[in-house]
């Protein structure tokens, strides 16, 4: 569970990254689409938050592919939950994260 909320933060930056590691020509229209919508969110954060996903994005970076790959796919698996599975997922997470 703690691979899935943190894959999708890393997303954010998985998607810039590709928008910017590849020629923006060859991504489709939907990955064009969400990389610009994170660009326009990650520009309107603050400072120490934008670090913090730069670091994070370091981090994932420094990553064997391997790890990278199932990250992604932990995320695309997250992406495809309904609302309501989204929140009952956040709240074991939350639930776990805190040791309750």
């Given at each position: 569970m703690k691979a899935a909320?943190?894959?999708?933060?890393?997303?954010l930056l998985v998607a810039a990254g590709a928008a910017m590691a590849q020629q923006w020509q060859q991504l489709t229209p939907e990955e064009q689409r969400r990389?610009?919508?994170?660009?326009?969110q990650y520009q309107?954060?603050?400072q120490q938050q934008q670090q913090m996903i730069e670091r994070r994005y370091q981090q994932f970076q420094a990553?064997?592919?391997?790890e990278?790959?199932?990250?992604r796919?932990?995320?695309?698996?997250?992406?495809?939950?309904?609302?309501q599975q989204r929140r009952e997922f956040s709240e074991k997470y939350r639930r776990w994260k805190s040791g309750d």
């Open positions: 909320v943190g894959a999708a933060l890393l997303w990389a610009w919508e994170n660009y326009q309107q954060l603050p990553m064997p592919p391997q990278q790959q199932r990250l796919q932990n995320y695309e698996s997250y992406r495809q939950l309904d609302p």
